[in-house]
Every structure is written in C-alpha cells, then in structure tokens.
C-alpha cells in the first residue's frame, strides 16, 4: 500500500531549467542587490498581477507588517486578532505598540468588526485585521469604523495573495497591505513579501525605509531597516509568477474534492465559499467538534499522523496565548471565546499544488473512518 508521506504543504518550484538563463543573466549583470533589474520587474509584474497601483518588494513577510506601521506612524495601542501566525502581533511588539486582541467571527476566522468597537481607547491608532486562510475581511465594516475613530487600516494579508471580491483585488482595502512569499504560501520567493499601498508618497517612503532610511546618497530621513530583496530571488519570483496560476487551479480541485466529500460529515465544519469572493485556496482549515464527530481535534490529528498523513492545527495556540502577549488585558479567553474555540477544533489539511487524487482520498479514509 502507498505509504508515503503526505505534507501539509509543498514549495511551488520553478522547472530548474527554466531558473538557469536567469541566473546567467544576473551574473552578466554582476548587479545582485540594491532594487536592481528583477527587484524593477518583479514589482511591475506583481502590480499587474495582483491588479494594484504600488507595490515594494521585501526580504519576508515580516518586516513589510513591521515598516507599514513605522511608515504609518503608528502609536500606542492596536486592535488586532489573536487567530494569526505570531508575526501580525509581534510587528506591533516591534514598533512598541500594545495589541489589543478582538475576537473573530466564526463564519470567516476574521476579525469580527462588531466586536471592534468596544476595544477602542483614546491611545487607539489602528486597526491590524488578517484575512485568515484568505477569506476577504468585512472591509466594509472596519472601513467605516476606522473612519468614525480616525484610524488607520493595515492589513496583513500574507494569505491572500491574488483574493478578489467581485473582481477587485482585496489589497485595496484599508492603508496598507501586506503579504508573505515564504515557501509555505501559495506564491514564493524561497523567502519574500510585499507591502501594497495606494499613493506614490507612501511607496517612496517605504521604499527609503526598507533601504536604511536613505532618500539619496547622503540622506537618511528615519531610522529605516534593510529588507530588500536580491534579484536571485526576484528572478525567482518573476519566473514562479508564471506558474502560479496552475498551482491554484491544482489547490481548487483539491479544495472542491474535500467540500464534496466533507460536507454534511458529522462533528466538522468547513467554511461556506461566497460566490462574489476569487479564493487562492492556500489553506483546507477544519473544525472538530468533539462530542459530535466522536473524537477530539488532537485524536484525530494524531491518528492522521500515524497514517502518514500530516495536517497542522493552524492556528493553535492563539497568539493571545504565548509567554510575551498572554498577560494583556485583553487576552484572556473570556474575551476570545470563539477564537479560542476555533484554536481547539482546527486542523489545516494538506494543501497544495502537488497532491495526486489519490492523495487526496488516502487524507479523506483518513478523516471519514473514524
Ligand atoms: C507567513 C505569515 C507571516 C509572515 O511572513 P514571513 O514571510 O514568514 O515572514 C505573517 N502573517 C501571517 C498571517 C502569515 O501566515
């Protein structure tokens, strides 16, 4: 019996072959860093891809969440959500703002804007949502109320690379955007990422903190880091963005397999897809009701693993939850009760662009026969 195996995710690889005459290219060049030929192409290629006006390329995903909030000049305290990877908070440690957590709305995992509200203080600056999985935000919602309170709007969008609502790209939304283009996401630049924003003033002082600080030879106008991408990874980028609509074909007939055969299974629940929303299917996220489906969510990963089969209970612990952010006020979990709840019930399927039919049904065996 097939055996092997099977991982949560898998890198989008550009064919080697195609990578090589790049890299030559590069090298004639003998121009390997500092916003050169690709980091140039990658950009302009990226705005038409994902249908924005500016874009800035960086090193990870990290530090553009991180330089949108010092561009911003964000101060004291933030409301965000606790069901995120650890770095939408810690780019808020980072600049010395205080989180403050908000619970999620079960029907998306997204910050729940009815809950905003009450978390506002006078030190509130912004608001840091997440589209989670790559479900669209109520952006809407958030919008209007940061428009009441006069606040400001990034969103770490590291999951929603290529998201449309009706055909227009969710990087629109709010002040600023961010994504990741690690490995594990659905468009890679080994590492990489990207901050959107929508007025030219903004991209150039993003572009000068990114680099330093520096606005030309000798000026250094803020405290700035160095997150530029190479152009060996920017080359990579270019070329992965060619191959990155096939591998969301690949996750969507993966997804709808698992919609079909998940759907109405006793004690799990999956997120119902919205017609007006364009998915990059980049997680399979579902939720274990214990006393219903006659297994906990920890049993039955494990059991998965046995198998061969490696989920991930993304995202579990909250954030809300590590040593650094679990002393805040607004942390504790009768303040987050559906995050909370979702933390415990969550398992991420694998998903990726490599995952054969039978895969897919060796994962499903796995989770149907209790
Ligand atoms: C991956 C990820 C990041 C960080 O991106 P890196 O490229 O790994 O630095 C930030 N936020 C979320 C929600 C992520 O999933």
């Not at 997120?271 to 998915?279: A, H, K």
Request: glycine share 6%; aromatic share 10%; net charge negative.
């Amino acid at each position: 019996m097939d055996n092997h195996q099977i991982t949560v995710t898998s890198p989008l690889l550009p064919p080697l072959e195609e990578f090589i005459p790049y890299l030559k290219d590069i090298w004639d060049r003998k121009w390997i860093t500092n916003n050169g030929h690709y980091h140039q192409e990658l950009e302009k290629a990226l705005c038409e891809y994902l249908g924005v006006e500016y874009i800035s390329v960086f090193t990870n995903g990290t530090l553009p969440l991180i330089t949108a909030l010092q561009a911003l000049r964000i101060t004291g305290e933030v409301i965000t959500t606790p069901y995120s990877f650890v770095a939408t908070t810690h780019s808020l440690w980072w600049n010395g703002i205080k989180p403050v957590f908000v619970d999620v709305d079960p029907s998306t995992g997204n910050l729940d804007p009815r809950k905003i509200e009450a978390a506002i203080t006078p030190k509130t600056t912004a608001i840091m949502p997440v589209h989670v999985y790559g479900n669209p935000c109520d952006t809407e919602a958030i919008q209007a109320i940061a428009d009441k309170y006069g606040l400001k709007i990034i969103y770490d969008a590291a999951h929603a690379f290529g998201v449309k609502v009706n055909g227009e790209s969710i990087l629109k939304a709010g002040d600023i955007s961010t994504l990741s283009f690690h490995a594990t996401k659905t468009y890679n630049t080994v590492e990489g990422g990207a901050l959107v924003c929508h007025d030219a003033k903004t991209k150039q002082r993003i572009d000068y903190l990114k680099n330093f600080g520096f606005a030309g030879e000798t000026e250094v106008v803020a405290p700035g880091i160095n997150s530029k991408m190479d152009e060996v990874r920017a080359a990579y980028g270019l070329l992965n963005l060619r191959h990155v609509d096939a591998a969301i074909a690949a996750r969507h007939k993966v997804a709808d397999r698992y919609r079909e055969a998940l759907t109405g299974v006793d004690g799990i629940t999956i997120f119902d897809e919205r017609p007006d929303v364009t998915y990059n299917y980049s997680y399979f996220p579902i939720f274990i009701d214990a006393e219903k489906y006659g297994m906990t969510r920890d049993e039955l990963y494990f059991k998965m693993r046995e198998a061969n089969v490696l989920g991930r209970r993304y995202f579990y612990p909250l954030i809300s939850e590590f040593s650094t952010y679990r002393g805040l006020p607004s942390a504790g979990k009768h303040n987050l009760p559906v995050a909370t709840r979702m933390a415990d019930q969550v398992i991420c399927l694998p998903m990726h662009h490599d995952l054969s039919e039978n895969d897919v049904e060796r994962i499903l065996n796995c989770i149907k026969k209790k």
